[in-house]
């Protein structure tokens, strides 16, 4: 399915809203790639007064899903889209939980750069952080974009990265329990910085669902819960539905 | 909406699916239930063979959602229910969603069970875990409850004692790292707590997302992202679609 697909409905309206609903999951994706941005950013710069923009503009992603998970349940009930037109809107409704939860996330990242302000900045200025800010705002980026062009090698990479990811996060987790029994009094600084890089770590997740609802939209494969191997088969397995 | 409500149908076919789908979320549930019921007692009991049946029986939990969101899919593509049947159907995909990552962070309890029994046994044999245990499992009985019986009154019970457990799950955050402070030997061990205690409140954010989805399909009314004041008035609101 590409996006010419989109504009075979006879109805123009029925186009028209699925075209609508497209767009407002990538504005809603935009919006949170920012919310990202901008925690990791607070964070590591200290700057408080990002850190509470972030933490107030999460209502903004909220509000979004559930305009979207409204719009889609009445073009559901309104035109009962079959075939690759519901696959569509049952993906969007999973893809908008997903962003939202990545919103929760960024807005966690946001509160543990308020706790750090309060304490002394470690030498590596974060480094940590920021590199794994890098790989969850990109994880995103590159979901989106493989559902903004239906492109299922873009959502394969997107899981693929996962892995480098999952790996990082671990070494920056046994990097803190290492600082934290050097030196007791950097207990609550470690914490802090180990449940931003959980956070990040579960935007990477998250990203990689999204990815998974892309190839189960373009193939009609169920692509959760099997190994990235059989996942790259299954992708590049040319039989659809 | 009532369960007798499931025999409107002129088809008695889509009435016995309806039924199946409902039927098939309880036993997930009652699957998932279990789950965590036994990570809490393995951890707690140091059992590393119950740890590791929980580990294993995961994929039961992710074999029961893929085939459900399937079945789900189906039922939309072949029955293309409107109004009230269609409300169950997204709340159904929405809540084996959240099914499913409550298997996962049941999962992630049985694994810190497995890594405990490498440690000292802390003196309070993990009164913590245990309680925040039944706190977790009750709140997912209660939002399964609600589902079976579309009950909107126990579905806020769940936000409403959702509200404990985050304060008792801060409580256990502030008592651990006050143990690595004055410990830093118990660091690992506290931190394995962490993450196990952290794991049971995130089961009580999904149940009571499954909470709020019984609400929206009773009431025709989104709850999500509002205070649980707000949740209450509108769950009592006498006012439905």
Same mark, same amino acid.
């Given at each position: +399915?590409?996006?010419?697909?989109?504009?075979?409905?006879?109805?123009?309206?029925?186009?028209?809203?699925?075209?609508?609903?497209?767009? =407002?999951?990538?504005? +809603?994706?935009?919006? /949170?790639?920012?919310?990202?941005?901008?925690?990791?950013?607070?964070?590591?710069?200290?700057?408080?007064?990002?850190?509470? #923009?972030?933490? #107030?503009? *999460? @209502? =903004?992603?909220?509000? $979004?899903?559930?305009?979207?998970?409204?719009?889609?349940?009445?073009?559901?009930?309104?035109?009962?889209?079959?075939?690759? *037109?519901?696959?569509?809107?049952?993906? /969007?409704?999973?893809?908008?939980?997903?962003?939202?939860? %990545?919103?929760?996330?960024?807005?966690?990242?946001?509160?543990?750069?308020?706790?750090?302000?309060?304490?002394?900045?470690?030498?590596?200025? @974060?480094?940590?952080?920021?590199?794994?800010?890098?790989?969850?705002?990109? +994880?995103?980026?590159?979901?989106?974009?493989?559902?903004? =062009?239906?492109?299922?090698?873009?959502?394969?990479?997107?899981?693929? =990265?996962?892995?480098?990811?999952?790996?990082? @996060?671990?070494? /920056?987790?046994?990097? $803190?329990?290492?600082?934290?029994?050097?030196?007791?009094?950097?207990?609550?600084?470690?914490?802090?910085?180990?449940?931003?890089?959980?956070?990040?770590?579960?935007?990477?997740?998250?990203?990689?669902?999204?990815?998974? @609802? /892309?190839?189960?939209?373009?193939?009609?494969?169920?692509?959760?819960? %099997?190994?990235?191997?059989?996942?790259?088969?299954?992708?590049? *397995?040319?039989?659809?539905?």
């Amino acid at each position: +399915m590409d996006k010419a697909h989109l504009g075979h409905h006879i109805s123009q309206q029925f186009n028209a809203e699925l075209e609508d609903i497209r767009n =407002r999951v990538l504005a +809603m994706g935009g919006l /949170v790639e920012q919310q990202i941005a901008d925690a990791v950013s607070a964070l590591v710069q200290g700057d408080i007064e990002l850190c509470e #923009t972030v933490i #107030t503009n *999460d @209502y =903004r992603v909220n509000a $979004m899903e559930v305009a979207l998970d409204e719009e889609c349940a009445h073009t559901l009930a309104r035109r009962q889209p079959a075939a690759s *037109d519901l696959r569509l809107i049952v993906a /969007v409704v999973k893809t908008i939980t997903d962003l939202e939860r %990545i919103g929760d996330q960024a807005e966690k990242v946001a509160r543990m750069g308020l706790h750090l302000t309060a304490m002394e900045r470690p030498k590596n200025h @974060y480094l940590e952080i920021q590199s794994l800010g890098v790989h969850a705002r990109d +994880m995103l980026h590159g979901a989106l974009d493989a559902f903004a =062009r239906m492109d299922v090698e873009a959502a394969v990479q997107v899981a693929q =990265r996962d892995v480098t990811v999952d790996h990082e @996060y671990e070494g /920056v987790m046994r990097q $803190m329990i290492t600082f934290m029994m050097e030196d007791p009094r950097s207990i609550a600084r470690s914490l802090d910085i180990m449940w931003a890089a959980r956070a990040l770590e579960r935007i990477g997740d998250h990203a990689r669902n999204i990815g998974e @609802y /892309v190839i189960y939209l373009v193939k009609g494969k169920d692509v959760r819960h %099997i190994s990235l191997e059989q996942m790259e088969k299954e992708a590049r *397995d040319s039989g659809g539905v």
